[in-house]
């Protein structure tokens, strides 16, 4: 997992300007791919929480049980299995054998030259000519090359061979086991405000459950689905010029992708439409349908990068090889040089930014709106005064004292100016500076000083008043005598 969720160092140059692909799913296929019992109880128990499958139907779902299909036991089911056992007895590499990728390499070509000409009235409803078939599904069997483009073959005679693999495949495209499930998709409906169902399909959650379903289909049914239904979707965007809408393909092509085979009409009777309604809802909804949900994604996520801390004693061994030690140090120094280099333009830009917001405060007219915002600017200096290259704007000066005792705190003691405020709104009216005080303050340079003036001015009136009283006491005796 370390290889997969971390970059490599490249040094060929020719391959620096290709574009990275990141499939967002990577971690759900290396799931399936390795730990298939995982994924599917992952994938089935999402399943079972937005459709009701009983014990039978969901055995079926899994493999435990041979799926139990409508008219399974009627006569007519049993002729039309034994004429389809000698159809397949004269099957070739690709028509009437399991789907194999080397089928689907073949067929594709079908589907590769149908996206060209679209615009044919009646595609997949008007049948081609049946010698042409005939010739062009010989030729696939053989596996020899064709050039569908010369011009021999109509779009007519290669869409009718198309519908004509997919009715010959041994089961559907959506296989026997997914047969229930998708009868049960079709009746997810919304609720109303009393909890009853209403007749309204829920459209998110048919959705849902279709990824899900689709995300436990064999790999050759799902890569041959999504090209078919891709082309369906096509097909159906140009339908004024085929005259042929999402519901008119999936009559053509539901009894070849999901009916169970070897049944009639009268076996499926009022499912019939549930399945026509919901090929025509697959065809629409195509391009949403086989991306995995986002929980499932970040389960198989999880389930990888959450398991590093259990890693086996092989696996430590092999992170600990001669090839792995060389290469940690490379992603170490990559990773802390990006971080240092991410550091520093930050606190770069971080910087040009207060010192353009400084130019402009200074830059602003005198007001006091210019007063705040320089104070805010004095209250933080490692935070918010950029460089020395800008000048500092100086604080404003407080030209007036409402007390003498208060200016003497502020110079002393430095009481910030926002305490000195609040507390001169909760003091009453303040005192006038006396002109003793006003002459000790041009007197006294310096705020200690002033301080110690002002001590020994007191000292004096207080000895020059003890004197006094002890003179009057004095005089009053001897007045006495």
Same mark, same amino acid.
């Not at 009216?429 to 500076?433: A, F, L, M, Q, S």
């Given at each position: 997992s370390?290889?997969?969720c971390n970059?490599v160092?490249?040094n060929?140059?020719?391959?620096? =300007?290709?574009?990275?692909?990141f499939n967002?799913? $990577?971690?759900?296929?290396?799931l ?7 994924? !599917? ?5 999402n ?9 039978? *139907?969901?055995?079926?779902? /899994? ?26 007895k *004269? ?5 009437g ?8 390499a073949q067929?594709s #070509?079908?589907?590769e &030259? ?7 009235e009646g595609?997949?409803r008007?049948p081609?000519?049946?010698i ?7 030729a696939l069997?053989s596996? !020899? ?9 109509h779009?007519?005679?290669?869409a009718?061979?198309?519908k /004509?693999? +997919?009715?010959e495949l041994?089961?559907?495209l ?10 049960k ?5 919304l609720?109303?405000?009393?909890g009853n169902?209403?007749s309204t399909?829920?459209?998110e959650r #048919?959705?849902?459950a279709?990824?899900?379903l689709?995300?436990?289909l064999?790999a050759?049914?799902?890569s041959?689905?999504?090209?078919l +239904?891709?082309l369906l979707y096509q ?7 085929n005259k042929m809408?999402?519901h008119?393909?999936?009559l053509?092509?539901?009894p070849?992708?999901l009916?169970?085979?070897?049944? !009639? ?9 549930? +399945?026509?309604?919901?090929?025509? $809802?697959?065809?629409?909804h ?7 949900? @986002? &929980? ?8 990888y990068?959450? =398991?590093? @801390? ?10 600990t ?6 290469l ?5 120094q990559?990773? =802390? ?6 550091q520093e *333009?930050?606190q770069?830009?971080?910087e040009e930014?207060l010192k353009e +917001? $400084?130019r402009?405060?200074?830059n /602003?007219?005198?007001?006091a ?13 490692t935070?918010l ?7 500092a ?10 007390s $003498?005792s ?5 110079k002393?003691?430095?009481t910030?100016v926002?305490l ?8 009453p *009216?303040?005192?006038?500076?006396s002109?003793e ?5 041009q007197?006294?340079g310096?705020?200690a000083h002033?301080?110690?003036a ?5 000292e ?8 006094r009283?002890?003179?009057?006491l004095?005089s009053?005796?001897? =007045?006495?005598l």
């Open positions: 370390d290889a997969i970059f160092i490249c060929d140059s020719s391959l620096r =300007s290709q574009p990275i692909i967002p799913d $990577f971690f759900v296929e290396k399936r791919h390795e730990k298939p019992e995982v994924f !599917t109880e992952l994938v089935i128990s399943i079972t929480r937005l459709i009701d499958l009983p014990g039978a *139907e969901l055995a079926q779902l /899994m493999g435990e049980e041979d799926p139990k299909l409508p008219g399974a036991n009627s006569t007519a089911s049993g002729f039309f299995r034994s004429l389809m056992s000698l159809k397949r *004269e099957k070739g590499v690709v028509f054998s399991p789907l194999t990728e080397e089928g689907i067929v #070509q079908l589907i &030259y149908l996206h060209k000409n679209l615009r044919a595609l997949f008007v081609g000519n049946s042409r078939q005939q010739i062009l599904k010989d069997n596996g !020899t090359d064709i050039d569908l483009d010369s011009g021999e073959f779009s007519n005679d290669v009718t061979l198309l /004509m693999f +997919l009715g041994p089961e559907p959506l296989t026997h086991k997914h047969f229930h499930a998708h009868l998709i079709a009746d997810l409906t609720f109303d405000e009393k169902k209403t399909p829920d459209k #048919q959705i849902e279709l990824q899900l689709f995300l436990i064999p050759p049914n799902r041959l689905l999504k090209l +239904l891709d097909t159906a965007k140009k339908q004024d010029k809408s999402a008119n393909l999936a053509m092509f539901a070849h992708i009916w169970p085979r070897n049944v !009639t009409a009268n076996d499926l009777q009022e499912n019939i439409t549930k +399945l026509n309604n919901g090929v025509t $809802f697959m065809i629409k195509s391009q949403k349908l086989f991306k995995a949900p @986002a &929980y499932i994604r970040e389960c198989a996520r999880l389930h990068l959450g =398991s590093r @801390a259990h890693t086996s004693k092989d696996d430590l061994d092999l992170l090889s001669p090839g792995s030690k060389e940690q140090p490379l992603k170490s990559k990773r =802390s040089r990006l971080d240092t280099c991410r *333009e930050t770069q830009r971080t930014a +917001l $400084f402009h405060v200074h /602003m007219p005198d007001s709106k210019k007063k705040k915002l320089i104070r805010q600017f004095n209250k933080h200096p935070a005064t950029p460089g020395s290259d800008v000048p704007s100086p604080a404003p000066q407080r030209t007036r004292s409402r $003498f208060g200016l003497i705190k502020r002393v003691l430095g910030p926002i000195e405020r609040k507390s001169r709104d909760a003091t *009216e303040p005192e006038r500076v002109k005080n006003v002459h000790l303050l007197k006294c310096s705020p002033m301080f110690q002002k001590l020994k001015s007191l004096g009136q207080k000895e020059e008043s003890c004197r009283t002890r003179a009057r004095l009053k005796d001897s =007045s006495s």
